[in-house]
């Protein structure tokens, strides 16, 4: 791959939200969020957050945000992740790792249903009892 | 326990980040076996006896995690820097900021892998709020730079998946621009 610049990056840019323009806006009110602390990423948080890129990427969802928050709280259940989106639930999901990232794409996020394996109650007990 | 050394480094951003920096520095110089890392972030810095409980693994400030006592992220930098002939050091001044330094010996048997820079730097570039960014990447006598404000002014936003996409690719370019063709099965180049 050529080294790009700056330029070359901000044409990339362009020529995507042109795209976008022009299609029916999908996902605007999506958002992703992401455990990204010290228990996240020793459980393959990052990867997490790929997965998820590259998922959304592929079904032009181009305009779903991803942010990265800190430790949830639930270290034993990483990496997590939270899905709000309009029409359904708040959902905290736990042990999202590639696979179930891109389930949550196709099955939560498209088909509008929950994954019941996968979803956690919180806060997490021991911070509760405090 | 982190797997990459790329795992460390997100860990080590995201705590100068907790710790209110608004400008962070990250260099990562990769030569003669060795990789050079550090992490200069203007947060509220630390006393001497804080350093010394951020590398206890059973030390936290209580804040981010309310009732437990764990804050791990140095420990096991330390831990795996010790295993592997590895440095570390830390410096801080309450109210002025941290700098984080460490290097891993590429050579060692047991140096975790690199794992992937360009995914990495999407990441610790894309964490939320209103800091800036620089990083420095040199590999030999290659190197690039990249400015979180330059990205965000290009890009209009640092979140969106279209957005964080072709970031990648723009990454992933530059870190191609510093593996030349022969050096492509160098440590790091195909891990995971």
């Known amino acids: 791959m050529a080294k790009m610049t700056l330029e070359d990056l901000k044409k990339l840019r362009d020529e995507k939200k042109k795209s976008m323009d022009r299609r029916e806006v999908e996902g605007k009110d999506i958002e992703i969020i992401i455990g990204m602390a010290t228990c996240g990423i020793a459980a393959g948080a990052k990867d997490t957050m790929s997965a998820f890129l590259t998922e959304l990427d592929n079904q032009n969802m181009h305009n779903v945000v991803v942010r990265q928050t800190g430790c949830m709280g639930f270290c034993y259940a990483e990496p997590t992740v939270e899905i709000l989106m309009p029409g359904m639930p708040n959902i905290l999901y736990g042990n999202v790792d590639k696979d179930t990232a891109v389930k949550i794409v196709r099955k939560h996020i498209l088909g509008k249903v929950l994954i019941n394996d996968h979803i956690l109650d919180r806060p997490s007990a021991d911070i509760m009892q405090q | ?192």
């Open chain 2, 1 to 192: 326990m982190h797997y990459r050394i790329t795992d460390f480094l997100a860990d080590i951003v995201e705590n100068a980040l907790d710790a209110g920096s608004g400008f962070t520095e990250i260099k990562i110089i990769q030569d003669d076996g060795n990789l050079k890392v550090s992490v200069k972030d203007t947060g509220k810095g630390m006393t001497e006896a804080e350093i010394l409980r951020a590398r206890d693994p059973f030390g936290t400030d209580g804040k981010k995690h309310p009732g437990r006592r764990v804050g791990l992220g140095i420990p096991f930098l330390v831990q795996a820097l010790n295993e592997t002939g590895g440095d570390f050091s830390i410096s801080s001044r309450p109210g002025a900021g941290t700098t984080v330094s460490f290097r891993f010996d590429l050579r060692h048997l047991d140096t975790p892998p690199l794992g992937s820079l360009p995914e990495t730097f999407r990441q610790i570039l894309s964490l939320p709020g209103s800091h800036d960014m620089a990083i420095h990447r040199a590999l030999e006598t290659e190197s690039y730079d990249l400015s979180r404000r330059e990205l965000l002014e290009t890009l209009e936003d640092l979140e969106s998946v279209g957005s964080l996409a072709i970031l990648e690719q723009y990454l992933e370019s530059l870190e191609d621009s510093v593996q030349s063709p022969e050096k492509g099965a160098r440590h790091g180049k195909n891990d995971p």
